[in-house]
């Protein structure tokens, strides 16, 4: 099965600095790769998602990430963080279900601090 | 907003009791899914529906049990709850035409005394 390791749990960087959020990813296959960020008491939201094609990806916010097959990354970035950014964000790989559709594994979540 | 409800919101209960939570779509999507989301874990997929009586398990599921009588209620039960049951619920659809990707409910916060 394919998975998604986050490295780093907490990331804290300054107001208007640039946010990466790390993700790497295990696969046999070409992946689809996806990131979501959860805000505080709130369920997860999409920011982006790879398929095929362009491999760099822009999502919602701001924010992009770069799949790179060499490295089997999909990096997270934003140039310049704001306040609001501060939440958790999760990676994603999804995997083909034996009933059809698909399921989504998580990596561990990275909590992103934004300083002032 | 992919039309998904989840009731209750927040529930306090007590070791051994049964438990049920209610996920709720609009949109009549064919997949469904139970996820726990623990601190340091991410999510984890606990049983997912591809369909009216159609469910499977995923990889935390024992202790649970699901049940789809209508495309639009997956329901999932707790039959005896244990203090290990104490996480964040999270129910989910994924729209086929795209990449697999999935949408989240408001998620039910469970706490088992």
């Known amino acids: 099965a394919q998975s998604v390791t986050q490295l780093g749990s907490h990331v804290s960087v300054s107001e208007g600095a640039l946010v990466l959020l790390r993700c790497n990813y295990s696969s046999s296959v070409p992946p689809y790769l996806f990131w979501y960020v959860q805000y505080p008491n709130q369920g997860l939201q999409l920011l982006l998602k790879?398929?095929?094609?362009?491999?760099l990806v822009k999502g919602i916010n701001g924010f992009e990430a770069e799949f790179k097959k060499s490295e089997t990354s999909f990096h997270l970035t934003k140039p310049s963080a704001h306040m609001s950014d501060a939440a958790e964000y999760f990676c994603?790989?999804?995997?083909?279900?034996?009933?059809?559709?698909?399921?989504?594994?998580f990596g561990t979540g990275t909590q992103l601090k934004v300083e002032l | 907003d992919a039309g998904i409800t989840q009731s209750p919101r927040h529930k306090v209960t007590e070791t051994g009791t049964p438990v049920t939570l209610r996920c709720h779509q609009t949109?009549?999507?064919?997949?469904m899914y139970w996820y726990r989301q623990d601190p340091g874990h991410g999510l984890r997929l606990i049983h997912y529906s591809y369909g009216v009586k159609d469910t499977d398990k995923g990889e935390v599921s024992d202790g649970y049990s699901v049940s789809r009588s209508k495309t639009e209620d997956f329901l999932l039960t707790l039959e005896s709850a244990t203090s290990s049951q104490t996480s964040v619920y999270f129910c989910a659809i994924t729209i086929l035409a795209g990449a697999g990707e999935q949408f989240f409910g408001p998620g039910t916060r469970l706490t088992v005394l």
């Open positions: 949109e009549n999507h064919r997949y």
């Open positions: 994603a790989v999804s995997n083909i279900l034996t009933g059809g559709g698909n399921k989504l594994t």
């Open positions: 790879y398929t095929t094609g362009a491999t």
